[in-house]
């Protein structure tokens, strides 16, 4: 089955369903949640159900997808969510309700989806942060992630120029391995050596 349900000693990761909408909106019209992702806060429930038909229920179709409701045990509602691409450059995702932000959770659900992606065969998986949110790459670090470069976007649908730091995990062993599209899709790239 593609998206297997996880448990940690927290929190259960499972596929969203039509019943989640609610708790989906919640966390997808928080313009403080959503600045540095990579689509526009919603305004309805009947967004958020589209939202959820294009990425999630789509998805569920697949024979293989990473795309996760982070719930608490102790209820079972969604939180946040989490996603690594099953295509190149299986690009991890993540966002969270403010009000648990600063507990490890999404560090907690990254390692286990973590976990699951590398019993499945993936050689590495890659993210992405603003530079102007750090603490996404706090987030990256913790999970074992290396910075490899920074790169300049212009970004969608936001339309705003972005510099992107890049980190990868491998988790093959291949530990030389580097994703270079993103290096050399953008005019401008470096690397930052303060890091």
């Not at 593609?2 to 909408?21: A, M, S």
């Not at 970004?155 to 291949?174: A, E, S």
Request: proline residues 4%.
């Amino acid at each position: 089955m593609n998206t297997p349900r996880l448990e940690t000693k927290r929190l259960i990761l499972r596929r969203f369903t039509e019943r989640d909408l609610k708790a989906l909106f919640d966390i997808l019209r928080d313009e403080e949640v959503n600045r540095f992702l990579p689509w526009d806060t919603v305004k309805s429930i009947e967004e958020t159900k589209r939202f959820y038909e294009e990425r999630y229920a789509s998805m569920y179709t697949l024979p293989q997808a990473y795309a996760y409701a982070i719930c608490m045990k102790k209820d079972d509602y969604p939180i946040g969510y989490m996603t690594i691409d099953t295509e190149e450059p299986h690009d991890l995702g993540y966002g969270l309700c403010k009000e648990f932000w600063y507990r490890g959770i999404v560090t907690e659900a990254g390692r286990a989806v973590i976990d699951q992606v590398r019993k499945d065969g993936f050689a590495y998986i890659t993210a992405t942060h603003d530079r102007d949110n750090p603490r996404s790459g706090g987030v990256m670090r913790n999970l074992g992630m290396k910075y490899r470069y920074s790169y300049e976007e212009q970004w969608q649908p936001k339309n705003l120029l972005v510099t992107f730091r890049m980190y990868q995990l491998n988790l093959d062993g291949n530990d030389s391995r580097v994703y270079r599209r993103y290096w050399e899709d953008s005019a401008v790239h470096f690397i930052e050596t303060e890091l």
